[in-house]
């Protein structure tokens, strides 16, 4: 493998918008008045296509690190599929829950919050872009970033086995798991950027594509997300080719999806041997057999059924519009006593309090909801989304103006650390993207995301004090002290 290639001249080092050629602009008009024709729900999905306009004119811009374009299309994807599931029944947004369509308007509007959040937050640095990264290329070593990704893939197991059994340390130890698809994401752009040869990319995302098999919650997307996260960083221009690339794509990991969907009951239970434990106890041999026994005799009607339960799984409005039912007609606004107590949640170490309750979302689910949604005594948790707790707190307005607080303070700290995390822009872009990787879900409980904010913040302050520099030094050329500093001053 070639180590140092020659990085072409480019001729700004600004991060620019992406262009949307005619033909793409022709294809999307079209659909959309197509939807507004056929729809069921037509000014709903008017909403949702202006929505997802204005996210990608606002954060897909080349060389501005990618994660908050796919933080606010997962989100927006996670909403719109309530009008896709409603329409695939034939009925209208408050048919099923009376509060439906309440809840679709407050949540795509948030989400159209969000996008504006981030486009300050990426205003306000600027300088943090793959184009200034480029100048770092040549120092880095792709061997040994190679090879690190291995090391860290042998040693995940026992890091996942210390997180468990280590509550202490546990959550840092999380993200310190993290690493390998930075790692990844990093040896990606070396590869692309300077035009070495792709076999060792092609053995790193198929090794990771293979061992996401025999994980409990199914991880085959993690490689896709890598690769997409990293392309949406380099592409300046989007012509009919790339879109159909993008769809055909697109259209491979909805299929992968419904298989998983298909068989995840049966396979979960056999990876658990019964247990309802979210745990692996068998080998990974096992594991691919009987996997590829599932797979291989799935008929049309299971699948059809899967994309059925793909549809409803997506969307995640079905807990808002309940709570809407409940609250407040039933159960009044809580004031932020819900905030409060997930603070303390996520604030208070056991080690203060003994008493403290393990994690349970589906307890506040069911609280708040009516819902009777499975609990961590039956081996899983369901929560509501973190946009439920707010609104049960402070009411429509009032969660829209938490959730712009929220999503300031993930802002602040990715301009702290992406400029300040160490040396090098390009690792600190690298890893700020993997670890904001962790709030995409629309799903996610309340503490999930305050207690994700609050280690990651930890743990990017140990990493920045005690791995990088010598993480650096390992992976760059000896130049590192007048090349490297020169090239990122």
């Not at 909403?79 to 329409?87: A, D, G, K, S």
């Not at 504006?116 to 970033?145: D, G, W």
């Not at 959550?171 to 692309?192: N, P, S, T």
């Not at 909805?254 to 068989?263: A, K, T």
Request: proline share 4%; charged share 10%.
């Amino acid at each position: 493998m070639s180590q140092f290639v020659h990085i072409p001249q480019v001729g700004s080092l600004k991060p620019q918008t992406v262009y949307l050629s005619p033909g793409v602009w022709m294809v999307g008009a079209c659909f959309v008045c197509y939807r507004l024709f056929t729809s069921i729900n037509p000014l709903e999905e008017l909403y949702a296509y202006l929505t997802g306009m204005v996210i990608i004119r606002l954060l897909w811009r080349q060389g501005y690190p990618s994660i908050f374009l796919f933080i606010a299309l997962i989100h927006w994807l996670q909403v719109f599929m309530f009008i896709v599931w409603n329409n695939f029944y034939g009925w209208t947004v408050n048919t099923y829950y009376d509060t439906g369509g309440e809840a679709y308007w407050w949540s795509m509007t948030g989400v159209l919050c969000m996008a504006v959040v981030f486009h300050r937050v990426l205003q306000k640095t600027p300088q943090a872009n793959l184009m200034q990264a480029l100048r770092e290329a040549p120092y880095f070593s792709s061997a040994r970033i190679f090879w690190t990704y291995i090391l860290l893939t042998l040693i995940n197991g026992t890091l996942f086995r210390w997180a468990v059994t280590l509550p202490t340390v546990g959550q840092v130890l999380f993200w310190i798991i993290d690493l390998r698809e930075m790692v990844l994401l990093l040896y990606a752009w070396l590869v692309v950027v300077r035009r070495e040869p792709k076999w060792g990319l092609i053995i790193l995302c198929t090794l990771h594509f293979i061992l996401s098999l025999f994980s409990y919650f199914g991880g085959y997307k993690s490689i896709f997300i890598v690769i997409g996260l990293l392309a949406l960083m380099l592409i300046r221009y989007m012509h009919l080719s790339r879109l159909l690339l993008v769809l055909i794509g697109s259209a491979m990991v909805l299929f992968l999806s419904i298989v998983w969907i298909s068989v995840r009951g049966t396979y979960r239970e056999f990876l658990s041997k019964g247990t309802q434990q979210q745990v692996v106890k068998v080998s990974r041999q096992e594991a691919m057999q009987q996997l590829y026994e599932l797979v291989g005799h799935l008929t049309p009607h299971q699948l059809y059924k899967g994309f059925e339960n793909f549809i409803y799984r997506v969307q995640y409005l079905q807990f808002f519009s309940m709570a809407m039912q409940q609250v407040p007609e039933k159960i009044p606004y809580q004031q932020g006593r819900l905030t409060l107590s997930n603070l303390e949640f996520v604030l208070v170490p056991r080690i203060l309090d003994p008493d403290k309750p393990m994690l349970d979302p589906s307890k506040k689910t069911n609280a708040y909801t009516g819902a009777q949604v499975a609990t961590m005594q039956q081996g899983t948790s369901i929560s509501m989304g973190y946009f439920v707790d707010f609104y049960i707190d402070f009411g429509p307005v009032g969660m829209l103006i938490a959730l712009i607080i929220l999503w300031t303070l993930i802002g602040w700290a990715y301009r702290y650390f992406v400029m300040h995390l160490s040396p090098s822009l390009a690792v600190d872009i690298m890893v700020m993207v993997i670890f904001l990787k962790r709030f995409y879900l629309f799903e996610t409980d309340a503490i999930g995301v305050l207690g994700s904010l609050y280690t990651m913040t930890v743990t990017l302050f140990l990493l920045k004090w005690l791995m990088m520099p010598p993480v650096l030094r390992f992976w760059t050329r000896h130049a590192w002290h007048s090349g490297m500093q020169m090239a990122i001053g």
